[in-house]
């Protein structure tokens, strides 16, 4: 018997190292969060798991 299928969280492409993320579909997502990638390329959304992920070539900026 095959283990049950379990959905991957998304992944999006992002140009800039800090993101938000509400977890999309309206009232049935959660609360907006703002999100920093640090030194990584990456970040994960603590309520939905969806990773935000640099794209490769991104100009990054240390200006806010």
């Given at each position: 018997?095959a283990?049950?299928?379990?959905?991957?969280?998304?992944?999006?492409?992002?140009?800039?190292?800090?993101?938000?993320?509400?977890?999309?579909?309206?009232?049935l997502?959660?609360?907006?969060?703002?999100?920093?990638?640090?030194?990584?390329?990456?970040?994960?959304?603590?309520?939905?798991?969806?990773?935000?992920?640099?794209k490769?070539?991104?100009?990054?900026?240390?200006?806010?």
């Amino acid at each position: 018997m095959a283990a049950p299928s379990i959905d991957s969280p998304e992944v999006q492409e992002v140009e800039t190292k800090r993101v938000s993320c509400d977890g999309g579909g309206g009232a049935l997502g959660h609360p907006l969060v703002y999100l920093e990638m640090g030194e990584k390329d990456f970040v994960e959304c603590p309520y939905c798991d969806k990773r935000f992920v640099l794209k490769p070539g991104a100009v990054v900026s240390d200006h806010h």
